[in-house]
């Protein structure tokens, strides 16, 4: 028998209701919409608003439009995997919480936490769970509430964030489609400049943590930024040699979505066209785990089978990663 492959085979995707854009921004720090767009390329992005709605929230209703678009019942998931790094609590898994409201009753699940490579992470996990034929079923989902861990006083973070879950359905073949390679790193050197500061075993929350404001999102941009662009270009083009992907083979990167500067650089250094890039950044700003798969959602009626495409990641950590597949289907 030839190798299993796992293939996508649906997306589903939740974005939440209120646009903040960069003039509400503005109204809140010291910035315009000009310095955004300029230094960052993000016009708006999607809050989760509604008092008691969590991360979890989003994921389902990203893994009910996927169920539903690909004809599944709940109970025919294998297994559920979850990149988030604001799941509903520090625990239980916020994994576990959308299947309990999904009816996903015959699933285990977890969440991998990996900040902005997450699903490039959790991707990575899954196949390779389908690829040993145990696992028919397996639903990778990035979901992330920014707007929970975001500074809305500090401008040199607040404006990058917003709010947003996709899922993707993971089904073995025998044909030569699915995931196809993965290369991934992490270096944890980079915990000094991105990270949120207190909350956990280190330095568990006080009033002191509370008025430090160490609850939010605290990063060294510039050297993010240089890392980012570095490693993400880096990882992308390791893996187009491995498989010979030379760019007129190449359908589409789809890079994270941090910063439109970063993603050009990253397009530039593959010697990549602008057309061959996947781009969303300017509606949903950078929504950690759920970039990857918003854009693959927004994207999904231009995918035919048989696109190479590669997944780029970079983030938190730091991690980073590449993901090389042949798209499965034809919308
Ligand atoms: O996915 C991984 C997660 N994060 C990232 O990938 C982010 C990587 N980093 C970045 O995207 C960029 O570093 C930022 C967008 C965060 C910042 O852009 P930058 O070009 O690196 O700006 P900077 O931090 O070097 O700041 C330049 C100036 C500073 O003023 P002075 O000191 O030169 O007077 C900042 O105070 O820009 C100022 N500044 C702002 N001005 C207006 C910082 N934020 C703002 C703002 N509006 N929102």
């Known amino acids: 028998m030839g190798k299993i492959h796992a293939a996508i085979t649906g997306i589903g995707a939740f974005l939440p209701d209120y646009r ?15 310095w955004i767009m300029q230094r960052i390329g993000i016009k708006e992005r999607r809050i989760l608003k509604e008092s008691g709605k969590a991360t979890s929230d989003m994921g389902v209703a990203a893994v009910q439009e996927l169920l539903e678009k690909t004809n599944t ?9 979850c990149a988030t790094i604001t799941p509903d609590r520090p625990f239980p898994a916020t994994a576990n919480i959308i299947c309990r409201k999904a009816g996903l009753h015959n699933a285990w699940s977890y969440d991998i936490s990996a900040a902005c490579s997450g699903f490039v992470f959790a991707l990575t996990t899954g196949a390779s769970f389908v690829e040993t034929g145990k696992y028919k079923k397996v639903v990778i989902v990035g979901a992330d509430m920014m707007s929970a861990i975001t500074d809305y006083t500090d401008r040199s973070t607040c404006p990058l964030f917003g709010d947003g879950a996709s899922a993707v ?23 000094h400049y991105l990270h949120i500061k207190a909350g956990g075993s280190k ?4 009033f002191e943590t509370i008025e430090n404001r160490e609850h939010f999102v605290h990063q060294d941009g510039q050297t993010v930024f240089k890392y980012a662009v570095s490693r993400m270009a880096d990882v992308a083009v390791e893996i187009m040699e491995k498989n010979q992907i030379t760019p007129d083979k190449l359908a589409w990167l789809v890079p994270h979505q941090a910063n439109m500067r970063i993603i ?8 990549i066209d602008p057309k061959q890039v996947m781009i969303n ?17 927004d994207y999904e009626k231009q995918l035919k ?27």
């Open 20 to 34: 903040l854009t960069n003039e509400e921004i503005s109204s809140m720090v010291d910035t315009t919409d000009e």
């Open 203 to 206: 330095r568990p929350a006080s």
């Open 73 to 81: 019942s709940p109970e025919e998931i294998d297994l559920l995997i």
């Open 281 to 297: 950044i300017q509606k949903y700003g950078n929504t950690t785990a759920a970039t990857i798969p918003l854009c693959l959602n």
């Open 264 to 271: 050009d650089a990253v397009a530039r250094r593959m010697k």
């Open 169 to 191: 359905l993971l089904e073995p073949t025998l044909e030569d489609v699915g995931v196809i390679d993965h290369i991934n790193y992490t270096d944890g050197k980079g915990r």
């Open 305 to 331: 089978k048989g696109d190479n495409i590669i997944l780029a990641a970079f983030g938190a950590g730091f991690t980073w990663g590449s993901v090389y597949l042949k798209w499965a289907y034809n919308s």
